[in-house]
C-alpha cells in the first residue's frame, strides 16, 4: 500500500486506508446500477447508509428481485456491527454531543474503527485522530468512487455480459474472507450458505438471507470453548 | 405507489436504521452490551449474512439454483483472496473470468 507522510501514523493510516477503501466503491457503484437502481439512488445507498456491507446487501435483495423489506432487513443486520463500534469508540471519542456526535455516528465503520483501535491504548488522541481521519477520509473517497462506478455501470449495459454478477459474488467473498479465522465462524458461513441455497427455492427472494440470521443466533447462543475467538 | 417510490422509500428506512444502530451503539452505557451472548450472536450474524448473500449471488438466478460462469469466477476470487490481493482486484478478476467464459459461449 501507498506511504503516505502526512505527520502522524493514525493520519498515514487512515489515508491509505481511504484510498484502498474508496477504489472498491467504484464495484459498489457499478453493481448498484447492474442491479437496477439509478445513479441517484446509488449515490444516496453511498451518502445515507454509508456501510458498505450493508448497501451491498441492499442491491443483492433488490437486484434478486426482493421485496423491499427485505432489502431494509437484510441491510439493518448488516449493520448491526457498527452498533457495537460505537461503543468501543464511546470511550476515545468522550466527551462528545450534539452535531459533533450525529456526525461521527455517520462515519462509524470498520475501517474508522480499525484505525482507531490500531493506535496505541494509552494515546487516546492518536486514537481520535485515527477515527476522524479514516471516517471523513473514507466517507469522501467512497462517494466519490461511488459516482465514478455507478457511471460506469450504465455505460456497459448487460450486467451478466460483463461478468457483474460473479463480481457481486466475489464482493460478497471478500466482505466474507477476513472474518473466517475462527474455526467456527467458518462453520457458520458454510451452514447459512446452504441454509440460504436450500430456502431459495422455496421462498421469496430475499427470505432466504433473513434465515441465514438464525443459524448465527444458534452458533452464539452458547459460548465457543475457551481459547476461540469469535468474529467481530 | 410505484416500485421506484417503494425503492426511494427502503433506501430512506435503511438508511435511517443504519445511522441509528451506530448511534445507539456512541450512546448507550457499555455495561448493557458487555453480555457475551449479545456479543457472540453480533458477531456471527455478518459472517451468517454475507455467506448467505455470497451463496445467493453465486448459484442463484431468479430463484433456481444455477451453476454457470460464476463458478469458475468464484474459483479465481477464492485463489486470490488467498494470496491476500487487494478487494478491487478479486471483484474485477472474477468479472472478467465471467464475462470471458460467456464470451466463448459457456452460460
Known sequence: MARVRLGSPAREQAVSVAVATGAYGVSFGALSVAAGLDIWQTMALSLLVFTGGSQFAFIGVFGAGGAPIAAVLTSTFLGVRNGFYGVALAPVLRPIGGPRKVWASQVTIDESTAVALAQPHDDVPARREGFWWAGVGVFITWNAFTIAGAALGSALGD??????????????????????????ARVVAAVSGVVALALTPVLPAGMPILAAAVVAVVAGWRGPRSGEAVPE | MTTYAWTWIAILAAAALAWGIKYAGHSVPESWLENPRVHRIAGYITVAMLAALFAVQAFTTRGELVLD????????????????????LVVLAAAVTAAALRWAGLP
Open chain 1, 159 to 184: 450486467p451478466a455480459r460483463w461478468g457483474l454478477d460473479a463480481a457481486a459474488a466475489a464482493a460478497f467473498l471478500a466482505l466474507l474472507w477476513p472474518r473466517l479465522a475462527p474455526r467456527r
Open chain 2, 69 to 88: 460462469s460464476r463458478l469458475a469466477a468464484v474459483g479465481v476470487a477464492v485463489l486470490l483472496l488467498w494470496r491476500k490481493a487487494p478487494f478491487w
